[in-house]
């Protein structure tokens, strides 16, 4: 018989300890900081005054990039330990490397893929995504959090959490102005914070279409007007001294 309390619990203390490696572990460990701390910083950004209704291509380039450039600098931290002797040539270090093949491919495809054009970019290379697999793994690189099967796999289940309570944020959060300010620009429609569009050209559609009624008003009044001269001449050209 499944033990249900003691898989909670399992399950408990994984969301804990990912909830940790997000929020906590950054903190206890002033190098990564440095790599940490723009990168959150840039999501939030990015997040919020470029990503907010959806990425663009060049926007996923620009974040595969960021992405590689984070591949590199865990490569230069995890050949620095093994240097100091923190680490050894066994299984957690071949994991750990195949860790950075898979990341830094992770950004390569992405700008292989942008510069062909294809649009599944803007769904694989947004901002949160990015910023959610370095800090899940940054820890380890930094030998912050052991590698282990259990982290692998509270990072891929609990992902979802992360995602969507960024999009809950966004929908519900009103548009900063500069947001507001470049979708007017670009033409498109006014979002509100609930995800409803109202669309600012629509009075002055009904307006045009005011001024075109009016204008047909005034061509009939003209029209009524040439009939009744018309019929006026006739009768006068009918009347004989």
């Known amino acids: 018989m499944v033990d249900v309390a003691g898989v909670g619990i399992y399950f408990l203390n994984m969301f804990i300890t990912w909830v940790k490696t997000i929020f906590v572990v950054p903190f206890q460990n002033v190098d990564m900081l ?17 990503e907010k209704h959806g990425t663009s291509m060049g926007n996923a380039i ?5 992405v590689i450039w984070g591949s590199i600098d865990c490569t230069r931290q995890t050949f620095r330990l093994l240097g100091e002797g923190v680490l050894k040539w066994n299984l957690d270090l071949y994991l750990r490397l195949l860790l ?14 942008g ?17 959610y697999v ?9 030998n912050a959090v052991p590698m282990t099967l259990v982290h692998i796999v509270a990072a891929i289940l609990f992902m979802p959490i992360f995602y969507f309570a960024i999009e809950l944020i966004d929908r519900y959060t009103p548009n900063p102005t500069a947001v507001v300010q470049d979708m007017e620009e670009s033409g498109g429609e006014k979002t509100s914070g609930l995800g409803e569009s109202t669309s600012k050209s629509s009075g002055f ?11 047909g008003s005034k061509s009939g009044k003209k029209s009524g007007g040439d009939d009744f001269g018309g019929d006026l001449g006739g009768g006068l050209g009918d009347l004989k001294f």
């Open 205 to 215: 559609g009904d307006l045009g279409g005011g001024l075109d009624d009016l204008g």
């Open 100 to 113: 950075i093949i898979i990341i830094l491919g992770y950004g390569v495809l992405i700008v292989i893929l």
């Open 62 to 66: 620009t974040n595969a990039v960021v």
């Open 34 to 50: 440095w790599l940490m701390v723009p990168l959150w910083a840039a999501w939030f950004f990015a997040e919020f005054f470029q």
């Open 115 to 131: 510069l062909k054009g294809k649009k599944v970019i803007k769904y694989i290379g947004r901002v949160r995504e990015v910023t």
């Open 134 to 142: 370095f800090a899940m793994f940054v820890p380890v690189f930094y």
